[in-house]
């Protein structure tokens, strides 16, 4: 069933029924209801940890609300060697949202992306030693993110468990890794940083959210030398000024990246994408116990790992 296609009255029913329904459960954390892992969640992942990596191919990885749609907008400009947004939206290349064999099929250098763990990601793509960029964004405000993120998008919300609830429910649950989707943020970025330091993975460039906003032609820049495209100072210029928060998501809403099909699933009719995209809007957020609550949460998730984010600019 394509809930595009369907009549505003007929999407709203099916749109009700997906929020009501459990989240598909893999290896102990949640999955949002996509139609690949509603359907046969072993089958999937299977068939994502086996895919057939090539050479050329990039993935792209990242916990939620890290900046996945900007940087994926970003490094596709870098990989066309041009500053023209792409068409359509990038859970059409999602491991855990899109058909495997749909996205066997595309043509090379395939630019993949996704949320799962690293130890979920294709298998052969991690042992040889094919390219990976991997963003990670501070979680404060990944949390105020992700939290105004599933209020609206049908695939993350669970009416029958009532979540997310309220902001103070949201914050309490993370805390406490319920409703963990992805493992957690912290079980999540910890895989990856001991990923990287025991060499389990070796070709991988390291983006932080908050250096591109701050510097977003040099992180650029830094993109391109990774993924080997020399271009003019003038291309990565108009590509920082085409990727801006405020640029990519005017693009969005416009339909200058195509028509934005976001508002159509939607609970509040506008798009859960593109919110704020602020370094620091926590604070707008975190009471001063929820704020100690979660830097406990930080501490113990952390211990052993030197992981440093910025919180504000």
Request: proline share 4%; charged share 25%.
């Amino acid at each position: 069933m394509d809930i595009l296609k369907l009549s505003p009255e007929e999407r709203e029913k099916a749109l009700e029924a997906i929020r009501s329904q459990k989240h598909p459960v893999y290896d102990g954390y949640l999955l949002p209801k996509f139609p690949s892992t509603m359907f046969n969640v072993e089958k999937h992942m299977e068939s994502v940890r086996n895919f057939e990596s090539k050479e050329s191919d990039i993935l792209l990885c990242t916990y939620a609300k890290a900046g996945t749609h900007w940087v994926h907008e970003i490094v596709s400009m870098i990989l066309q060697e041009g500053a023209e947004y792409t068409k359509g939206h990038k859970a059409g290349v999602m491991m855990e949202a899109a058909d495997i064999e749909t996205m066997t099929d595309l043509p090379s250098p395939r630019f993949i992306n996704t949320h799962l763990p690293f130890r979920h990601i294709p298998k052969k793509h991690v042992e040889s030693g094919y390219k990976i960029i991997h963003v990670s964004r501070n979680p404060k405000d990944v949390m105020v993110s992700f939290y105004n993120h599933m209020k609206n998008d049908p695939t993350t919300a669970c009416t029958e468990e009532d979540f997310p609830g309220t902001w103070s429910d949201f914050i309490q649950d993370m805390c406490e890794n319920r409703h963990n989707f992805y493992g957690g943020f912290v079980n999540y970025e910890r895989e990856w940083e001991e990923a990287k330091k025991t060499k389990a993975i070796t070709n991988v460039h390291s983006v932080f959210y908050e250096d591109l906003k701050k510097n977003p032609v040099a992180e650029i820049t830094r993109l391109a030398a990774f993924l080997n495209k020399e271009l003019s100072p003038q291309l990565i210029q108009e590509i920082a000024d085409k990727c801006s928060f405020k640029s990519l998501s005017e693009a969005t809403i416009s339909g200058k990246k195509g028509a934005d099909i976001v508002p159509m699933i939607s609970k509040n009719k506008q798009n859960f994408i593109f919110r704020k995209g602020t370094t620091g809007d926590w604070k707008n957020w975190f009471t001063v116990a929820q704020n100690e609550m979660f830097d406990q949460m930080l501490e113990r998730g952390f211990k052993g790992i030197d992981l440093k984010y910025t919180y504000e600019l």
